[in-house]
Structures are given as C-alpha cells and as structure tokens.
C-alpha cells in the first residue's frame, strides 16, 4: 500500500476529527490505474461507489442537527460607539464600520417574525434573468440605495418600492457589491473604472475619476477600450468591492489578480474626487517587503487585490484591508520567497495610507487562498481583559483573532511544517491557529459531499501540486470565502456561512495552469457560529447548499439571523441556535446581504436577489428587490429552477443516434463539425467527444480510444459505479447497456480532468 503523506508535525486525524485515511485511498486506486491494471474487484467498485453523493447522501447532511442543542447563549460586550450603529437606518455594507453586520431594531423578532411578508417587490432591470447580482442594500431615511451589474444605480422609496431615480454609470458590466451614503452624495463605483459621485436626491453625476489607469502604473499600456466615456487603461483589472465612507474620505478596491495586476487600495477626497493615497500591496524597489519577492519582476504583476470592503477604527485612525492571492495564483516557480503583501491583512493610516502592521495568513499562496472577506472589528474580553480585536480568515477555514492595534494574534498562531514541492518553491511553514481558530473541514471526507472525484491525487489544505491532477480542499471557492460574517453584540458570538468545495490543479495545461472545481464533484455547506473570545465553534448548522459566496449573514437585536440561499429562499433564523422560524422564496439566489431598517416606525426587511456564478454556474439569475413587513400580503414569487448540487457539465447534449452511441476518449468534441476533433488531448475537461452524451434506457454506449492516440484512456463513472471500461490501449474499446434513467459523470482514470456525462432518458 503506498505511504500516506501527512502534515509533518501533526497528527493523522485532522482537525475535524477525520482520519486522514483518503490519502492512502486515493492514491492506491489512481496508482494501481496508472499501471495498466484493469481488475474490477470489489474493492475499486466500493472505492468508485460507497458513500454516494446522491439524494439520500445530501439528505443526510441536511437532516443533521445544529451542534448548538446544548450550547449555552453567549453574553456580549459593549462595543464602542464610534463604530457606528445600524439602527433605523443600515447605512452602509456591513452595517457599521466594523462590519458587524448587525442590527440594533427588534419590532421583528422570534416571537412575531412568522407574521412577516412581502411588502413590495420591484423588478430593477425590467425582469432581466442574464445577470447575477452581488450588491447588497443601503438605507439611509427610508431610502434604498443599490447597484445592479448592469451598471445601474437605484434609490428606491423604502416604504412603497417605488423608483426614485436611476443613474447608468458604465458601459462594461461588473460585479458591483454596493454604494457609500454621505451627506447628499451616493458614491459608486462602474465597470469602467470610474468612481462617481451622484446627488443623493436626484443621481446626477457631481463628479467622477478615472482609477487603474497607466498613469497609475507609469507603463505605456493600450487603452482596454475606444470611447471618451470608457476606461482607458488596465484591462484585465476592474474597480470591486463595496464603497467605504469615512470622515471625508472614501475607500475604493479592486480586483484582478488572477489577471497579473499589481494590486493598490485607494482613498478619495469625497467632496472632490481627487485621490488622497494609493497603497500598492505588492511593494516595489526600496519599500518595506519588497525583499519577499526574492528574484526577478514578478512583484510588477503580483496581484494581492482588495476586492472586498474594509473596516475602519475611528478612534484608531486605521483602516483594515485583507488582500488576494499573488499571481501566479497557481504556479509560484517564478515568485521564490512570501510573496508580501497577498494573502495579509494589513492595517493602515486612514489618512495617509501608511503601513502599520500586517499579519499573512498563507505564505508564497498556490492554492488561491486569499482569504479575503469583510474583517468585524470586535472589543472582547480575553483572559480578563478588554482587547480591541479584528477577526480574519476565509477559505482555508481558519479565523485568526488578532490585536487590532499591533497586529499580534490574541490566540496563539504557530507556524507549522508542511508538505513541499520544490519546483513550486513552497513556504517550509504555515501559520496555523494554535488551540482552536478551525471553523470547517481541512481534508476530504468519503462519507460526506467533501469526497473527491476519483482518480485525482486529493488532499487537504496547503497539499502542493505540480503536473499530476491534485484535488485540494477546501479550495478556492471553499472555507468561507467570501460571505460577510456577523458579530452579534448581544452573544459575543460571530456566525458566517461555509461552502464545502474542493479545487483541482495541475500546472501542465497547454504551458499554462488548469484552476478548475473538478466537473462532477459535489457542493454543500452550511453555518458555524464561532466565540472569538474563547477561539472555538459554540454551533454549526450542516446544509445541502454552499453557503460562502454572497450569501451574508445579518444579526438584529431581536434574536433573528438572515440568510439567502442559492435556490431563492430568504431564511430568518433564531440567533441562538441557527433554527429557521420564517422562509420566503424570492425567485433568484440570493448572494447579497439581507438588510433591515425603519420608515414611520415600521420595520422593514429587505434583500436584492439576483444569483451568483460561483460555485453554481446555473444559478438561477434576476432583478428582484424585495422588501418584507409584519402583515405584508405581497405573495412569493415562483420557485426557480433549482442550481445543480455537483458541478455540472452544462454544454448542449447530443443526441446518441447521431454519434451511433458512441464517445471518443481524449478527444474534444467540434461543435462546428459535430464530429470530434482530430488531435488527442490530455489536460481538457471536455476532452470527451461528445462531452455530454443523450440516450433512452436500455441503449448500448460504446467508448473509444482510436487508434491513432499515443496513449491510453478509459472511462468509470463515478459515484455511480454503472460502467468501467478498464484501460483502453490505441484502437480498443468497450461497451456498456445502460438499463436505469440518470445522469453518469464519467472521467478517464489516467487524465481524471477528462469528464463527461451520460444522460439516460
């Protein structure tokens, strides 16, 4: 049996008290394929089939209770007041400045919150269904305040839906995660790269500056786009994040690290436009941390972008910012050394944008654990005393609760050996919290939906790759990525959504890097509750969605917990304990922040849903503002088609008569020709012609490997062990009756990215 490879320095459970038996599995069954065995013995069948990741396994997920049936219901601290609150107005992404996500109103609460419907509805872009949408909410004196992808910004009237002005604000569509409100100005940010300030009462422009330009980066770079009205500079770099005000100033990211951009932050003057300080976060010549990048010019397209808002402490005069991973996000050969500032939180000046302290959770990152997210800033009592605290981690499932004047981790982080890939020039260590601080998984698990497609090397956080295909979880979409947390001041406690997701990587794709979530693995997720005090999980509520990617969590002082889901539905929990009390079907996912706020008295509730690409590529999309009151008569809207819970093959199907029931392994299929393409490939996902295959029960599928490759393939289905074709050597192939109707993933066992699908009707 091949040696199992764990984490020098640790022990073979894994924090969540997993055995770490996959690894020896996993490579075992791919090893022996590897050799050209091609016995079918029950043991390869229980590898391909146990532990299904069907209806009944994604069941059992969802049917297990909260960890929190016996907790006991924290005692919070007060926090400071120059926090901000979100009263009867939520006046900006995240509630406060320290993004608590929490709301001091209460007329809703667990004793009246079933009497809760809809209020108003509007349709922002006329019912369009093509677009996600990722902008959550403000509401400032009774007015809504949102962006669409479109490009469009909306105050709407927050008691009746209606439209109060639209401004268009760019050409070329992005991801907008929502406005700042200050005096009489909303500031927005476009797909072109412009910041705008708009008059609140009516959205026409005051002004507006151009960001990322060439200018910027002292380089003679084309213009992205032709027009005066569009951005003329970088073009694989767009402004992202929601905008942050603060005492005359404005604080505006980016994205676009897996583009190879040198990443900054900025502060704009909010009277005028003018930029104040651009902080670069990959340090040039002479700055401190430039000596990271140890050789060559890899920092001038480090990445290390800011693409969530940051918090900001007042009394402190600092602003917090967490920063993406470098570029290459998946090939560190070119970039030896730790690669400052990707993958830190960093303190600044809020005045002068000066660097204060950072605190880098994952050194030379190869695995796109950016571990960015929207930081709470949180006073808590820690061994007796009051500490000012800003919490941070994302994908690979760590929290760690720092010092928020120094930077320095309140709960102790040790750094840890792990594996190497030498020609990746790995970090020999990772930080890693000492006691407590593991909010998720960090390793497969073939009893759950964290079981790995077959044939991949699998392993668990920090696994190193190079050209064999290595499945990694929690990976870039997994831990809890990008979903805002809520600190509940009445608790102590912080509550964030999860996705359980893995990534697969090899760096032998065409010269380039293949990033991908492997093609027929499965999604799920669900909610953790975490004390920061004490650094451990209080609850944990297991779901069959994927939870971490816009679908924010709001807490509010009547004991309630909002959520949105992929399949349209708006959960209101018990704060307590993660029990839903109240659902409403909205017609589109929802990734954005549900929000809540007062007119005349009233308390409204009030979520843009709109979908969201990642981690479901069919999430069902749309326009829909939604707002909820006690005794509210608007009805739901229709259910959505629901998002495929495996990622799914969603090219077009082709009719099995047409291709005689047959596939060609290793080959691409030419939609042009509808014939496969004439050169073998090894590294494809659709490298199965065709990649998705129609048939009625009772057919015969025929697979193969023509006679002019140069290598073998096979196909085995999987987690449905229905067919395997065992090695299929130049001109073999095999054939196999499909009696049972079902939809069969499938992928080659020697080039496991390699998939297809077979649809039996």
């Known amino acids: 049996m091949p040696s199992t490879s764990l984490i020098p320095g640790r022990s073979a459970i894994d924090p969540s008290g997993m055995p770490w038996r996959w690894a020896a599995r996993s490579r075992c069954s791919s090893d022996k394929l590897s050799t050209g065995d091609t016995s079918m013995d029950m043991k390869r069948r229980d590898f391909l089939g146990s532990a299904g990741i069907g209806a009944a396994g994604m069941m059992a997920l969802a049917a297990t209770k909260a960890e929190a049936a016996a907790a006991q219901v924290g005692k919070g601290q007060p926090q400071p007041s120059t926090l901000g609150i979100a009263g009867k107005d939520y006046p900006k992404v995240g509630g406060n400045l320290a993004n608590h996500n929490h709301s001091v109103l209460s007329r809703i609460n667990r004793d009246n919150v079933g009497r809760l419907g809809g209020a108003w509805h509007v349709s922002l872009e006329g019912g369009d269904t093509t677009k996600n949408q990722q902008s959550s909410v403000v509401a400032v004196d009774g007015v809504l ?15 009746t839906g209606a439209v109060l002005w639209k401004t268009k604000v760019g050409k070329r569509t992005t991801n907008m995660r929502g406005v700042a409100v200050a005096g009489d100005k909303v500031f927005t940010t476009s797909g072109d790269n412009f910041v705008y300030a708009l008059d609140r009462k009516t959205g026409k422009t005051l002004w507006k500056t151009p960001l990322l330009t060439p200018e910027e980066e002292g380089a003679n770079l084309v213009a992205a786009r032709p027009g005066d009205d569009l951005f003329k500079g970088l073009p694989n770099a767009t402004l992202a994040g929601a905008i942050v005000h603060w005492d005359g ?3 505006v990211g980016m994205e676009g690290s897996t583009n190879g951009v040198r990443g900054r932050a900025y502060a704009l003057d909010a009277a005028t436009g003018k930029v104040v300080w651009t902080f670069w976060t990959v340090p040039g010549p002479g700055e401190f941390g430039h000596e990271s990048w140890e050789e060559g010019d890899a920092w001038k397209t480090g990445g290390a972008v800011p693409w969530i808002h940051p918090s900001i402490d007042p009394e402190l005069g600092l602003v917090y910012w967490t920063l993406g991973n470098p570029y290459s996000r998946t ?17 600044l000046d809020a005045k002068t944008g000066k660097r204060r302290w950072h605190f880098q959770s994952v050194h030379h990152d190869i695995w ?27 994908k690979v499932g760590h929290y760690f609760v720092l010092d928020r004047v120094t930077g320095e981790p309140i709960h102790a982080v ?3 050996p792990v594996p190497q890939e030498p020609r990746q020039k790995t970090a020999p260590t990772q930080p890693f919290p000492k006691d407590g601080g593991v909010l998720v998984h960090q390793a497969p698990d073939y009893a759950t939906s964290t079981r790995p497609v077959p044939f991949y090397q699998a392993g668990g956080i920090f696994t190193p790759f190079w050209d064999r295909p290595t499945s990694i979880f929690p990976g870039a979409a997994g ?32 010269g380039g890097v293949n990033t991908s979530r492997p093609y027929g693995e499965a999604f799920s997720g669900g909610i953790v509750t975490f004390d920061p005090r004490t650094n451990q999980v209080v609850w944990r509520k297991e779901s069959e969605w994927a939870l971490a990617h816009g679908n924010n969590i709001v807490t509010t002082a009547g004991g309630l917990m909002m959520q949105g889901h992929p399949d349209g539905l708006l959960h209101i929990m018990d704060a307590r304990d993660g029990r839903t009390l109240w659902t409403f079907q909205t017609g589109a996912g929802v990734h954005t922040s549900p929000i809540t706020y007062e007119v005349d008295g009233e308390q409204y509730v009030a979520v843009l849903a709109g979908g969201q690409y990642y981690p479901y590529a069919d999430s069902p999309k749309g326009d829909h ?7 509210g008569s608007v009805p739901p809207a229709k259910a959505p088609k629901l998002p495929s819970k495996r990622r799914d093959i969603l090219v077009a199907s082709v009719d099995g008569t047409t291709v005689q029931n047959r596939i060609i392994l290793g080959r691409q299929w030419d939609a042009k020709t509808n014939a496969p393409a004439g050169k073998e490939n090894f590294t494809a996902e659709n490298a199965m012609a065709p990649q998705v295959l129609r048939v009625p029960a009772g057919t015969t599928v025929t697979f193969l490997n023509p006679a002019d ?3 073998a393939h096979g196909a085995v289905a999987f987690f449905d062990p229905v067919f395997d074709t065992g090695i299929l050597m130049p001109g073999q192939s095999s054939s196999h009756r499909l009696d049972s109707s079902g939809e069969y993933f499938f992928n080659d066992p020697l080039y496991p990215q390699n998939t297809g699908k077979i649809i039996v009707t």
């Open 145 to 159: 305040y949102v962006q669409t992808t479109q490009q469009n910004v909306f105050a709407v009237d927050g008691k």
């Open 331 to 347: 090939d560190g050969s070119a970039r030896p050394g730790d690669n400052l500032f990707a993958n830190c939180i960093i303190a």
């Open 625 to 631: 503002l939604w707002a909820f009151k006690l005794g």
């Open 249 to 251: 100033l404005i604080y």
């Open 709 to 711: 490759s140069t290598s």
């Open 368 to 394: 796109d654990y950016d571990n960015v997210m929207a930081p709470p800033l949180v006073d808590i009592e820690v061994g007796g005393k009051l500490r000012k605290a800003v919490i941070y981690g994302s």
């Open 479 to 510: 831990g809890m990525d990008w979903a805002y947390p809520s600190f509940n001041p009445d608790t102590g406690w912080i509550t964030v959504g999860y996705a359980m997701i893995s990534s697969s990587y090899t760096n032998v794709r065409g």
């Open 414 to 416: 040790e750094e840890r």
